[in-house]
């Protein structure tokens, strides 16, 4: 799988992401958004994408923070009837990446495994 195609400062719930398509066998297969933030945002930047998310997808399964005072790594989760979608707050040094995942739920049945 490769990312072929990027679009810089798509916006999503109002911040910009940069977007990549990635493709296999000329089959779109995954898009990642990504954005960069100040470590201190973090927190609050991934609550505000998960929120504008569970108010357009519902309710996602939501993985649970550390105790710890700083930012954690974090995960929602949203499985649609055609593809899955993930957002991702993973902190590193005095920055943060929010990562929003979309792929294709995977139709096959037991039969062809």
Not at 15 to 24: K, S, V
Not at 64 to 76: F, H, I, L, Q
């Amino acid at each position: 799988m490769r990312g072929l195609w990027t679009l810089p400062n798509d916006m999503l719930a109002g911040m910009p992401f940069e977007t990549i398509f990635f493709f296999r066998s000329h089959k779109l297969e995954r898009i990642e958004q990504r954005r960069l933030v100040p470590l201190g945002q973090c927190s609050q930047q991934f609550d505000y994408l998960t929120s504008a998310l569970e108010m357009r997808l519902g309710a996602a399964v939501r993985s649970s923070e550390t105790g710890t005072s700083a930012p954690a790594n974090r995960s929602a989760a949203w499985s649609l009837e055609a593809f899955r979608t993930a957002a991702f707050q993973m902190p590193s040094g005095s920055a943060c990446t929010l990562m929003l995942v979309q792929e294709p739920l995977d139709s096959r049945d037991a039969s062809s495994l």
